[in-house]
Every structure is written in structure tokens, then in C-alpha cells.
């Protein structure tokens, strides 16, 4: 049982490119997460998924986008890369809005140049 | 408004002594509070929540942690720290009508002392 797969695990970029982060799971749970994870700051939510075409922005919406047009797939996408967004990033899954708590993937390490 | 703090960024023990990482919280409804835990180069794995049940809440791998309400701590401790206990450890609250509203503390880390 594989989980959640987040794809790809390390990146390195330009600022100004496009990179799209990959995020799958196995377990059809509704409810997908992005966050990202920087020192002095914890995780703060990026975008969530309440179920496929439905999204909502976080705590740090700016300069993301996400889609959600399947239930396994919840790729993140920053559409001109600046440095400010080198970070690490995790997905997470629930299975319904109060079936806490969240399952992580094990996070993909974004550099930008 | 929610908000955790957790006291402590760094704290470091012997092997074999126990573990306390602190935490405090800030809730306007009844909070769901959890620790994490992360190893180098991973996600974040749950070690046990609080869901206004048992006030004296056991997790994985002989962790526990207290909820009290008078002084809005949520410390997690063990007695007895073993070396694979070396890792990140994140606090997080949420209130009960919003799992979109996981607010996480900014960690400590523990370090183990052969």
C-alpha cells in the first residue's frame, strides 16, 4: 500500500520557470493538503481539497495553483518561481473533514536559483 | 483565533532519562490537539491526538502527553528516551469544525545523548 506519493522528491529550478510538484494517493480519502515547511514557521497550509474540483487557498496562497480534477491527484504548481518559495513542501490526505488526522507524504525539497 | 506555542526549539537529553517537550495553545473552541513527529527526510507521522476524550492521552512508541485545559498546555513526554527518538517534533491544534485549520507550532528538536 503505497499511500501518498509526492513526485518529484528533490528540485532544483530557475526563478521564473514553471515546476509543478506531484502529489498521489491510494486511499481515495476526500480531503488533500499542501503545505509548506520552513524554519521559524512550522508547516503553513498553501491550498486544500475538500474532493475533486473543489479547492480553497490556505494561509499562503500567492504565487500557487492547484487543480484537483481526480480524487488520487493534487499537483501544485508555481507558475514563475521566485526564491522566496524555495522550501520544502508535503502533501496530506484525511479521509473526511473531521477524520483527523492528516497522513503526509514524505515531501519534495524545492530549490529556486 | 488558534495559535500554538511550543517553548522549547531545541532540547536535549541522555539516552535512558525521560523526555518533556512543551507545549501551549490558544483556542477559541474546544481544540483538537496532536503532536508529530519527523524524521530527517520525511513526512510527518502522528504520535497521538487529544479529541476531548481521556485528558492523560497515549501515543506510539511509549509517548504520552497531558491535556490541561487551566493551564492550555499539551506537554508530551517519555520516560525513558531511546536514540531512534532523535527527530523533530511538531505541536498542532485544531478546532473541531475546521481540519483545514491545523495550526502547527515551529518545532523542537530533540537530540539524544549517548
Known amino acids: 500500500d503505497a499511500g501518498i506519493t509526492q513526485s518529484p522528491r528533490y528540485k532544483i529550478t530557475e526563478t521564473g520557470r514553471q515546476v509543478t510538484l506531484m502529489c498521489h494517493q491510494t486511499w481515495s480519502h476526500s480531503y488533500m493538503f499542501w503545505y509548506r515547511q520552513d524554519l521559524g514557521h512550522g508547516l503553513r497550509l498553501i491550498y486544500y481539497?475538500?474532493?475533486?474540483?473543489?479547492?480553497d487557498k490556505g494561509e499562503v496562497p500567492d504565487g500557487y495553483v492547484v487543480s484537483r480534477s481526480k480524487t488520487e491527484n493534487f499537483p501544485l504548481t508555481l507558475e514563475s518561481a521566485t526564491r522566496s518559495q524555495t522550501s520544502v513542501y508535503f502533501c496530506a490526505t484525511t479521509r473526511t473533514a473531521l477524520d483527523q488526522p492528516q497522513h503526509f507524504g514524505d515531501g519534495t525539497r524545492l530549490s529556486i536559483l | 483565533a488558534q495559535s500554538v506555542t511550543q517553548l522549547d526549539s531545541h532540547v536535549s537529553v541522555s539516552e535512558g532519562t525521560p523526555v518533556l517537550l512543551r507545549c501551549n495553545y490558544s483556542?477559541?473552541?474546544?481544540?483538537?490537539l496532536f503532536w508529530y513527529v519527523q524524521h530527517p527526510n520525511k513526512g510527518l507521522q502522528l504520535l497521538l491526538k487529544?479529541?476531548?476524550?481521556?485528558?492523560l492521552v497515549k501515543g506510539i512508541n511509549g509517548f504520552e502527553a497531558e491535556f490541561k485545559k487551566s493551564e492550555t498546555s499539551f506537554h508530551l513526554t517519555k520516560p525513558s528516551a531511546h536514540m531512534s527518538d532523535a527527530a523533530e517534533y511538531f505541536c498542532?491544534?485544531?478546532?473541531?469544525?475546521?481540519?483545514?485549520?491545523?495550526?502547527f507550532g515551529t518545532g523542537t528538536r530533540l537530540t539524544i545523548i549517548p
Open positions: 487529544y479529541t476531548s476524550a481521556a485528558t
Open positions: 481539497s475538500a474532493a475533486a474540483d473543489i479547492t
Open positions: 483556542s477559541s473552541y474546544s481544540p483538537s
Open positions: 498542532v491544534v485544531s478546532d473541531i469544525y475546521g481540519n483545514e485549520k491545523l495550526t
